[in-house]
C-alpha cells in the first residue's frame, strides 16, 4: 500500500487545495494530509480557526486521514509519525531552498517528491486581499 502526504495551511479552502488533494489521492492508496496550526511560518494570519480547517480537510472524500502537520514535511518522516512514499505539493514549491533540502534528505529513503501544477488564479492570499 502506498501512502502520501502533502501539508497546508487550507486557510478559505479554494480549488487550488482541491485540485493538489485529487491529484495526490489518484497516486497513491493512502492519502495523509498535514494542516499547519497557523501561517506565521510565511509571515500570515489565517482567517479560518484551526479546527474548522482540519474538519473541512477531514471531509473531503480523497482525504484518508488528517494530523496537525510539522514545520517541516521531512520532519513527519524522519519522526516516524507517518512513513509516506510520496511527498505531494504545488509545483510553486520546485527549486524553493526548502524543497531543495528535502530532495538531499528523501535522496537515500525511497521517498518520492511529486510535484503537480500549481492551479493558476486563486489562492487564500487572493481571497483574503478580497475579504479585507
Ligand atoms: N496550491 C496549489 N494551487 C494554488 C494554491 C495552493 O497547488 N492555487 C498548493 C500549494 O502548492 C501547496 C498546497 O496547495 O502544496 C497548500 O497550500 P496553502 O499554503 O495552504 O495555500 P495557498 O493558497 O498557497 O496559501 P497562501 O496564499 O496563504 O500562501
Not at 528523501?106 to 488564479?121: A, L, Q, S
Request: glycine letters at 8%.
Amino acid at each position: 500500500m502506498k501512502i502520501g502526504y502533502l501539508s497546508g495551511t487550507f486557510d478559505l479552502f479554494h480549488i487550488g487545495h482541491l485540485n493538489l488533494i485529487r491529484r495526490a489521492k489518484h497516486c497513491c492508496d493512502y492519502l495523509v494530509v498535514g494542516v499547519h496550526r497557523d501561517a506565521s511560518h510565511k509571515g500570515k494570519e489565517t482567517f479560518i480557526p484551526l479546527e474548522e480547517r482540519m474538519d473541512i480537510v477531514r471531509n473531503i472524500k480523497y482525504v484518508d486521514k488528517v494530523i496537525l502537520s510539522e514545520r517541516e514535511d521531512s520532519d513527519i518522516y524522519f519522526k516516524g509519525i507517518v512513513k509516506y512514499d510520496y511527498l505531494f505539493v504545488g509545483s510553486d514549491y520546485k527549486g524553493t531552498p526548502r524543497f531543495n533540502r528535502y530532495e538531499e534528505l528523501f535522496k537515500d529513503t525511497g521517498v518520492k517528491i511529486i510535484y503537480f501544477p500549481y492551479t493558476e488564479g486563486t489562492s487564500s492570499t487572493q481571497l483574503r486581499k478580497v475579504i479585507s
